[in-house]
């Protein structure tokens, strides 16, 4: 296939492309034409009559994407509230790409939709960026429907569509990798890998004449649109933004460093616009959106704020844990939040989590151990990889409590926890004594989210491989470097060879690598590592 050239380099490719810096001036042009509706392709309008509801992002790139109200969960996990969306788009130039199918479920209006922006044309390319079937379900279908459509991919995604599709396409697929670019006429998509964000053969593309960045599932969210295609048309920081922070953080927060690295090449791109696989397409204000990723990625707490967690059986606990919030508002702290763990999917759970910076966790003590929810949502924070937290604990038992001590030693996981005042123990309903405590640990919280640290009352959790106690007994542990696994290495010893993952690109570094080894960004067996020369 001529049309795909190799510029290995993706980042110099594309912001030397020829159209680069014409192309700027064309983006916001093209902006506006999209808003005024002036356009050389179908006219919206058009579509309203049965034909579905496409929608413009730039003169010649069109969004044919779906809407799913009716969804309940998400991936069969995630509660949704206002459905899901899931994004296709198709651009319009001497060759024709589309960029991603779609959902089965809504096949239908996507068939509408592109074939409304089609009018007629054929299509050249299917661009597979990533190949989890809310975005892959189309692809047979289209290679049926336009015989002369070349699909172009990664060698990972053309694995995955071997499995599942009973169709041979390997003649009519192209693969390309980072620094790969795919001539369209104006257009040239420059693709660039995205490991883990969020599966292992993930592809992005950018290209340099609109600015606009395909960016898979990233910077996605849940909710379905309405209406309005682009996140500047939306009250974005009350609707959308808390479905897009819950979104990022359960789908891909495990993989936090494999996101910085997709944040450090797209910060050496001129981008107008993002558009993602799901939810809304950004072309204003694209620094907010990409400053709340780098908190993500990098597991900052975004605001300075307490978020209680408690579970109760009959509400001793809850009580003690309203007492605390109250005493925190008296001391002048805001936007304090308390959830029932048994009551709040964990999917919010986790997303507050990575919006605020202090976190107390109040629990009873069950069948010798941690109240069963709360001791899910303590390992749900484990697998997430949250990390620089700062924490605080509440226990209660009517006989022998013990839930604080277990549930510090699962927080011990987790790296860079800061443990605020001291345990507190409910002997089945908050006696004076208690009160004084919790008034201690209210102080020492609204002293800590002020900034003010020095508390003599602070200890900080450090933990494995120095291993330390927070209080006497309890062992700490940590998870690999943060800083290393972002640049793809996590040395195990003195290293001296390298063995790297052929299914995410994950690098281990030792003398030799175990039978037993697992790759700790996708779970491959050992027999997947390759020795790297
Ligand atoms: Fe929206 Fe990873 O699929």
Same mark, same amino acid.
């Given at each position: 296939m001529d049309t795909v050239t190799s510029r290995r380099g993706f980042v110099g490719a594309a912001a030397g492309a020829a159209a680069g810096v014409a192309a700027a001036a064309m983006a916001g042009g093209s902006a506006k034409a999209a808003e005024a509706g002036?356009?050389?392709?179908?006219?919206?309008? &058009?579509?309203f009559a049965g034909k579905g509801n496409a929608r413009q992002i730039t003169d010649d790139i069109w969004w044919v994407g779906a809407a799913d109200k009716r969804l309940a969960l998400f991936e069969n996990v995630y509660p949704l509230e206002q459905g899901m969306t899931y994004n296709s788009y198709v651009i319009l130039d001497d060759k024709v790409a589309l960029i991603d199918t779609i959902d089965r479920a809504v096949t239908g209006q996507w068939l509408e939709n592109l074939n409304a922006v089609l009018d007629g044309r054929q299509i050249d390319y299917l661009v597979v960026d990533h190949m989890e079937p809310d975005h892959s379900a189309g692809i047979d279908l289209i290679l049926n429907k336009f015989p002369q459509c070349t699909i172009v991919t990664s060698a990972k995604a053309k694995e995955l569509i071997d499995q599942f599709f009973e169709i041979d396409a390997t003649d009519r697929t192209k693969i390309v990798a980072e620094g790969d670019v795919l001539e369209l006429g104006t257009h040239s998509l420059a693709f660039v890998e995205a490991p883990?964000?969020?599966?292992?053969e993930v592809l992005m593309c950018y290209d340099a004449a609109s /600015?606009?960045?395909?960016?898979?599932?990233?910077?996605g969210s849940f909710n379905s649109l309405d209406g309005n295609i682009f996140a500047d048309q939306v009250d974005y920081d009350n609707d959308w933004m808390p479905e897009a922070r819950r979104f990022v953080v359960n789908i891909v927060g495990k993989y936090g460093p494999q996101i910085q690295a997709v944040l450090d090449k797209a910060a050496t791109l001129d981008i107008k616009y993002i558009c993602s696989t799901h939810g809304l397409v950004w072309r204003k204000d694209i620094d907010k959106i990409l400053d709340k990723y780098t908190h993500w990625a990098n597991y !900052?707490? !975004? &605001?300075q704020a307490v978020v209680i967690y408690y579970g109760s059986i009959y509400g001793g606990t809850e009580n003690a844990a309203n007492i605390l919030a109250t005493m925190l508002s008296q001391n002048g702290v805001e936007n304090v939040k308390v959830y029932d763990v048994s009551k709040t999917h964990k999917s919010w759970l986790l997303a507050e989590a990575f919006r605020a910076s202090h976190l107390v966790f109040a629990s009873p003590t069950y069948n010798m151990g941690i109240y069963t929810p709360m001791k899910e949502l303590l390992n749900y924070l484990v697998e997430h990889n949250m990390q620089n937290r700062h924490v605080a604990f509440i226990e209660n038992g009517s006989w022998q409590p013990v839930a604080a001590k277990l549930m510090r030693n699962i927080v011990a996981q987790m790296s860079n926890m800061t443990l605020v005042g001291s345990d507190i123990t409910l002997l089945s309903t908050t006696n004076e004594a208690n009160l004084a405590e919790l008034q201690d640990l209210a102080d020492a919280l609204a002293a800590s989210v002020a900034g003010d640290d020095s508390s003599a009352v602070l200890k900080t959790l450090e933990s494995d491989p120095k291993v330390v106690n927070a209080s006497a007994g309890d062992v700490m542990h940590t998870n690999p470097d943060t800083a290393a696994v972002a640049a793809g290495t996590v040395p195990q010893t003195a290293a001296t060879k390298q063995w790297k993952c052929s299914v995410c690109g994950y690098v281990f570094e030792g003398e030799s690598l175990p039978d &037993?080894?697992? *790759?700790?960004? *996708? /779970?491959?067996?050992? &027999?997947k590592f390759v020795p790297v020369a």
């Open positions: 002036a356009t050389t392709a179908p006219k919206v309008n &058009d579509f883990m964000v969020h599966w292992p /600015g606009v960045l395909f960016s898979a599932d990233a910077f !900052e707490p !975004e &605001d &037993d080894f697992v *790759c700790p960004l *996708c /779970g491959a067996s050992a &027999d």
